[in-house]
Each structure stands twice: as C-alpha cells, then as structure tokens.
C-alpha cells in the first residue's frame, strides 16, 4: 500500500492537495500504521492511539495543501505527529496539576495479555522513562529517517540531533531491563 | 572453623542463587538494548489499536472540521454585526434627535407667533 517510490509519493501528495480524495484515503491507508506506531513510542497508552492519529491525519487533509515540497511528505507528517503528541503530553502534564487526583485513573495499566512479551514490556517501560523529545528522536530513527530529516523534523542541526541520539540511547539502555521489577 | 577460602565460595554461592533462571541472557539483551524485532512488536501492537475503517473515519471528521466555521470567521462574522448594530443604534439615535429638534422648533415656533399675536393684538384692557 505504501506509495513505491519518492515520486509516486510527490504524486500522490499533489493529488491530495488539489482535494482528490481517493489520494486523501491512500495516504492514510499508507502512513496509519506507522503513525500509530510514532503515537504509541511517544505516549505508551494504547487507548491514546486511535484518538491521536486520526487528530494527526486529519490535521494532514486541513494543511496538506500547504505544503511547499511534496517530496517533503514524510518529515511533515512526523512533524505534525510529534507536535500533535507533544501538545497531547503537555495537556496531560497540566491536567495533572488541576485535577491531582486524576493521575491513577490516567496511568491505565495495559489490559493482561494484550501487549506483553518481556522485551516488548520492557521497551515500553524503558520509553516511558525518557524526556517526550527523546523517545520522538528514538521514534523517528525506528522509522528510517535519516539524521538530515530528523534535524529538519525537529528544526535542530544534523550535529545536534546525533549528540542527542547518542544520549536517548544510553537513557534508553540503562532503562532497558527485560524482565524488570513493575 | 571455615576457612577464608570457604566462607568466599559460601558467600559467592549465595549470592549467585539469587540470580534467576537466564541471567545471562537478560544481561546481554540489556546491554545490546531493544532489537529491531522489539520495536517492530511494538509497532504491530500500535497497529492493532486502529479500528477498521480508520482513514474512512479520518476523511468524514476532517469534512465535519472543514464544515465547522473557522475561529477567524466567526471572529469576523461577530465583528461584522457588532459594527452593524453600532451603525443601527446611532443612525436611530440621530434620526430621534433629529425629530426632537424639528418638534422643539415647530413648538418654539409656534410660541413665537402666539407671542407675536399677543404683542400686535389691541390692548382690551387700555380700550
């Protein structure tokens, strides 16, 4: 389903943002999943997942037209999600301090059974350690994007963007413990 | 009594019962960090919390936002009819002073001619 190629991407991209909404529900069809990937990385809630990605795709149909370089699709979709996440955290951080008593009823444990093998259990816990900017940078390298994208996602230099991977890494590893103590 | 040699392989000896079963594998799972495979699992269970129909679901709530006015035009939109109502509101107000002071002078008027009147009509009194 994923367009094949950069140029049938860049066309398929101009279709969507002359209004073609078969092009529309393509793109959709071709990111969702790996959208809903990014979201899961950034937030660790599953209930968050479908509630984000369709904010982050139907932020894609509102804006798509606007943007300059079709070929620049993918680094603007993972822009718009990792914005789109940020602003969900910082939502939740400050209904944390109205609403304290919230928080137990926010930190919804995944149902038995429906996530976890150890390495991925441990993966999800080892995230949820990490600054939010952190587990994007991780997230966006999980995905394929180079360091150049993932500088020009996150509007920061290639230099900038190894140092702190090299640093999400470490964070991530020293977190990483398959088979930890919940 | 032990000896030192002895109360090292004791202690050892205790202290390795306490690792579990696979120490060593979870060790070097931890050192190399989580594996491609980890992340993909990860992925796929993202995955599965879309329901079907998503991008369907998708187009129709982005239809329903682009249906809904903008911020700016409802700004816009208020703005315009406060301007129309101010416009209303002091078109009326001048047309009433306007009437008041066409009344008020018709009035005068009139108390200037029956004073006029009064003034050219014979004195009954000095007759």
């Given at each position: 389903?994923e367009?094949?190629s950069?140029?049938?991407?860049?066309d398929l991209?101009?279709r969507?943002?002359?209004?073609?909404e078969?092009?529309?529900?393509e793109?959709?069809m071709?990111?969702?999943h790996r959208v809903?990937?990014f979201?899961?990385?950034m937030?660790?809630?599953?209930d968050y997942?479908?509630?984000?990605s369709?904010?982050?795709?139907i932020?894609m149909v509102?804006?798509?037209?606007r943007?300059q370089?079709?070929a620049?699709?993918?680094?603007?979709?993972?822009r718009?999600?990792r914005?789109?996440?940020?602003?969900?955290?910082?939502?939740q951080?400050?209904?944390?301090?109205?609403?304290?008593?919230?928080?137990?009823?926010?930190?919804?444990?995944?149902?038995a059974?429906a996530v976890d093998?150890?390495?991925?259990d441990?993966?999800r816990?080892?995230?949820a350690?990490?600054r939010?900017q952190?587990?994007?940078?991780?997230a966006?390298?999980?995905?394929?994007r180079?360091h150049a994208?993932i500088?020009?996602?996150l509007?920061t230099?290639?230099?900038?963007?190894?140092?702190?991977?090299?640093?999400?890494r470490?964070?991530?590893?020293?977190?990483?413990q398959?088979?930890?103590e919940? | 009594?032990?000896?030192e040699?002895q109360a090292?392989r004791d202690?050892?000896a205790?202290?390795s019962?306490q690792?579990?079963?696979?120490?060593?594998e979870?060790?070097?799972r931890?050192a190399?960090?989580?594996q491609d495979a980890?992340?993909r699992?990860l992925?796929?269970?993202?995955a599965r919390?879309l329901?079907?129909g998503?991008?369907e679901?998708?187009l129709r709530?982005?239809r329903?936002v682009?249906e809904?006015?903008?911020?700016?035009s409802q700004?816009a939109l208020s703005a315009a009819?406060?301007?129309?109502?101010l416009?209303?509101?002091?078109?009326?107000q001048d047309r009433s002073a306007?009437?008041?002071?066409e009344?008020n002078?018709a009035?005068?008027e009139?108390?200037v001619?029956s004073?006029q009147?009064?003034?050219?009509?014979p004195?009954?009194d000095?007759?």
């Amino acid at each position: 389903m994923e367009p094949s190629s950069t140029t049938a991407l860049a066309d398929l991209v101009r279709r969507a943002q002359k209004g073609d909404e078969n092009a529309q529900h393509e793109l959709i069809m071709a990111y969702q999943h790996r959208v809903a990937g990014f979201v899961y990385a950034m937030t660790n809630r599953s209930d968050y997942v479908e509630d984000l990605s369709q904010q982050i795709f139907i932020k894609m149909v509102r804006a798509v037209d606007r943007l300059q370089a079709p070929a620049q699709f993918e680094s603007w979709l993972f822009r718009l999600a990792r914005n789109t996440c940020i602003d969900q955290l910082r939502r939740q951080k400050l209904r944390r301090i109205f609403l304290p008593f919230g928080e137990e009823h926010e930190n919804i444990p995944e149902p038995a059974g429906a996530v976890d093998p150890e390495e991925l259990d441990a993966l999800r816990h080892a995230l949820a350690q990490l600054r939010p900017q952190d587990r994007a940078l991780l997230a966006l390298v999980q995905e394929g994007r180079s360091h150049a994208e993932i500088a020009e996602t996150l509007d920061t230099t290639v230099a900038a963007v190894k140092a702190r991977l090299h640093r999400a890494r470490e964070h991530l590893r020293e977190h990483y413990q398959p088979d930890h103590e919940n | 009594m032990k000896t030192e040699d002895q109360a090292w392989r004791d202690l050892q000896a205790h202290a390795s019962a306490q690792l579990r079963a696979g120490f060593a594998e979870r060790a070097l799972r931890a050192a190399r960090g989580p594996q491609d495979a980890t992340w993909r699992q990860l992925n796929a269970h993202a995955a599965r919390q879309l329901r079907p129909g998503f991008a369907e679901r998708v187009l129709r709530a982005a239809r329903a936002v682009a249906e809904v006015p903008s911020l700016s035009s409802q700004f816009a939109l208020s703005a315009a009819t406060a301007a129309f109502c101010l416009a209303a509101v002091i078109f009326v107000q001048d047309r009433s002073a306007q009437l008041a002071d066409e009344r008020n002078l018709a009035d005068w008027e009139r108390i200037v001619l029956s004073a006029q009147d009064a003034q050219d009509a014979p004195d009954n009194d000095s007759i």
